[in-house]
Structure formats: C-alpha cells, structure tokens
Nanobody
Framework: QVRLVESGGGLVQAGDSLRVSCAAS????????MGWFRQAPGAEREFVGV????????TYADFVKGRFTISRDNAKNMVYLQMNSLKPEDTGVYYC?????????????????WGQGTQVTVSS
C-alpha cells in the first residue's frame, strides 16, 4: 500500500520560513517524480513544483520566484519543500504527489499517488 504523509505545516508570519516534509512508503521511491501542489480555500489545486527521480532537476511554478526549494533524499524516501519569505497568499493545504511519468508536470491528474496534505497558514 502506497502512503505519502506530509508534515511540518503550521501557522507562521509573513516573511518567515517553513519546511514541509513528505514521507513515502510502499513504492519504489526513486522511480517516481515528486511534486508539490497547494490548495487555498475555494480555489483549485495549484502546482508548486516537481523534482525528478534522482533529484537532479527541479521545476517550479512562476510564483515561487526563488522563494521555495524542493529537495529529496532517496535513501530515506523523503521529499522536502523549503519555503522562505512566506506571504499570506501562500496560505493553503500543501500536498505531495508521486508520479511515475508525469508528462505534464503541472497537471494534478498526471500524478499517481497523493498525501493527505498539511495546512500552512501565513498571517500578515
């Protein structure tokens, strides 16, 4: 059974940093690209970024603008989202997702497995 479990969300102030993590089990982790998405209340799920199988390539959404960094540790089956200079508009539930071969990396339907999400709230 595949499980993706996010952790590390919380309430922070604008300008703060936060790192959310995703622990994967039940799959050959290094065979999956790992994406991060977020969803604000009343909004659609939004692509944040994706890291390749080996971690040598990362693609970010334009709104990240150098503030976020995605990394992975294949030995530990972990993927991380480091968020700096947080803004109130970054508030939402953050999800990690595993995709065997997501041809369109920004499309949620291209990913095979999802975590339950972790809430990130940024106050102004």
């Amino acid at each position: 059974q595949v499980r993706l479990v996010e952790s590390g969300g919380g309430l922070v102030q604008a300008g703060d940093s936060l790192r959310v993590s995703c622990a994967a089990s039940g799959l050959t982790f290094s065979s999956y690209a790992m994406g991060w998405f977020r969803q604000a209340p009343g909004a659609e799920r939004e692509f944040v970024g994706v890291i390749s199988y080996s971690g040598d390539s990362v693609t970010y959404a334009d709104f990240v603008k150098g503030r976020f960094t995605i990394s992975r540790d294949n030995a530990k089956n972990m993927v991380y989202l480091q968020m700096n200079s947080l803004k109130p508009e970054d508030t939402g539930v953050y999800y990690c997702a595993a995709g065997a071969s997501p041809r369109r990396i920004g499309v949620a339907a291209m990913y095979d497995y999802w975590g339950q999400g972790t809430q990130v709230t940024v106050s102004s």
